[in-house]
């Protein structure tokens, strides 16, 4: 995945309202984990790539954590998954 850190920052930043710096470093681990998964695993449904990354951030992310991630995560499926998004809303 490190090699991969540039591509899935900019893909995950446009759904951010702070920076990347700004971020809760576990947060930001699970959320460059989930936009990971949404860009290369194709296998991997979105719904459970989302509910993966609320399931890791309940555990392990601050209080609210999973509240921010589900936003984040909300922004970025339709982004990188556009065709499998629009197909699940029919």
């Given at each position: 995945?490190?090699?991969?850190?540039?591509?899935?920052?900019?893909?995950?930043?446009?759904?951010?309202?702070?920076?990347?710096?700004?971020?809760?470093?576990i947060?930001?681990?699970?959320?460059?984990?989930?936009?990971?998964?949404?860009?290369?695993?194709?296998?991997?449904?979105?719904?459970?790539?989302?509910?993966?990354?609320?399931?890791?951030?309940?555990?392990?992310?601050?209080?609210?954590?999973?509240k921010?991630?589900?936003?984040?995560?909300?922004?970025?499926?339709?982004?990188?998954?556009?065709?499998?998004?629009?197909a699940?809303?029919?």
């Amino acid at each position: 995945m490190a090699t991969n850190q540039t591509e899935i920052d900019t893909a995950l930043t446009p759904c951010l309202d702070l920076t990347i710096e700004e971020l809760d470093p576990i947060e930001l681990a699970i959320l460059r984990l989930s936009t990971f998964e949404l860009l290369k695993r194709i296998d991997v449904p979105y719904r459970v790539v989302i509910n993966e990354g609320i399931e890791l951030a309940k555990v392990y992310g601050s209080t609210d954590g999973h509240k921010f991630v589900n936003g984040v995560l909300d922004k970025l499926a339709p982004r990188l998954r556009e065709v499998e998004v629009k197909a699940h809303k029919r």
